[in-house]
């Protein structure tokens, strides 16, 4: 089992700033994926940014340029920093963790960008 624990997220202004981290514990297996997925009001959950970890990454169209995801392997965290912030980037953004087949979540960070 992995345990995923996510912290950061808020209420900011449109074009500013938020930085999201993950920190994973349990059954960590070296090689791995770690990322962040969103999910707006009504629509389904979608991939915002994956890196492994060989620290290759992978961004959705709508944040590069925007969005910078990093992981630390030694301390199994992942996070995301998250600059020019738009409201069509509110949500709730889980963390994922993926390895041999198995997919875990965190419970989820609310962000609301905001007037």
């Known amino acids: 089992q992995v345990q995923l624990v996510e912290s950061g997220g808020g209420l900011v202004q449109p074009g500013g700033s938020l930085r999201l981290s993950c920190a994973a514990s349990?059954?960590?297996?070296?090689?791995?994926?770690m990322g962040w997925y969103r999910q707006a009001a009504g629509k389904q959950r979608e991939l915002v940014a994956v890196i492994n970890s060989g620290f290759g990454t992978n961004y959705a169209d709508s944040v590069k340029g925007r969005f910078t995801i990093s992981r630390d392997n030694a301390k199994n965290t992942v996070s995301l920093q998250m600059n020019s912030l738009k409201p069509e980037d509110t949500g709730v953004y889980y963390c994922h963790y993926f390895e041999n087949g198995k997919l875990y979540w965190g419970q989820g960070t609310q962000v609301t960008v905001s007037s």
């Open positions: 349990g059954s960590i297996f070296s090689h791995n994926v």
